[in-house]
C-alpha cells in the first residue's frame, strides 16, 4: 500500500467516527429530551467538519456515506440538503411503534439478560 492511500483510508475513517459520534450525541441528546426535531444539515455537517480534523464534509459526500455504510445509514432516517433526521431509539413520543412480538419465545425480564451478560462478561476475563 502506498503511503497516499493510507493517508485516504485513515481520514475516511476518522471521517466515519466523528459521523458516528455527532449522531449519537445528536440522538441521545433528542432521546433524553423526548424530541424528534429535524435537525439542520448544515449544522450538522458543521458539527462533523470542526470534530474531524482536515475533513471537508458536504452533503454529497454524507449522502454517499450513508448509502455505502450500513451503520451510519441505519442512523439517519431521512435527509435532504435543509433537513436530517435521525432514526428515534422508538420510545420518544410521536415514534413509531415497533410491532410486539407475539411469538411463543415471550419476553425476557431485562435484569436477568444483564445479569446473564454481566456472568459471561466476568468468566471470560478470567
Known amino acids: ?3 497516499s492511500e493510507l493517508l485516504v483510508e485513515s481520514s475516511e475513517q476518522e ?3 466523528a459521523l458516528k459520534t455527532v ?3 445528536l440522538r441521545n441528546r433528542d432521546h433524553d429530551k423526548k424530541l424528534l426535531p429535524p435537525h439542520s ?11 474531524a480534523s482536515g ?3 458536504n452533503y454529497e459526500l454524507l449522502d454517499k456515506i450513508k448509502s455505502s455504510d450500513q451503520a451510519i445509514g441505519s442512523m439517519i432516517d431521512s ?3 435543509n433537513n436530517i433526521k435521525f432514526r428515534p431509539f422508538g420510545d420518544e413520543p410521536g415514534a413509531p411503534q415497533k410491532p410486539q412480538d407475539t411469538g411463543s419465545g415471550g419476553s ?5 439478560v444483564v445479569d446473564a451478560m454481566a456472568k459471561r462478561a466476568a468468566s471470560n476475563r478470567s
Not at 41 to 46: A, K, R
Open 1 to 3: 500500500m502506498r503511503i
Open 55 to 57: 475533513a471537508n464534509l
Open 79 to 81: 435527509m435532504d440538503e
Open 15 to 17: 471521517l466515519k467516527a
Open 108 to 112: 425476557k425480564d431485562p435484569t436477568k
Open 41 to 51: 444539515t448544515s449544522g450538522f455537517i458543521n458539527m462533523v467538519n470542526n470534530i
Open 23 to 25: 449522531i449519537e450525541f
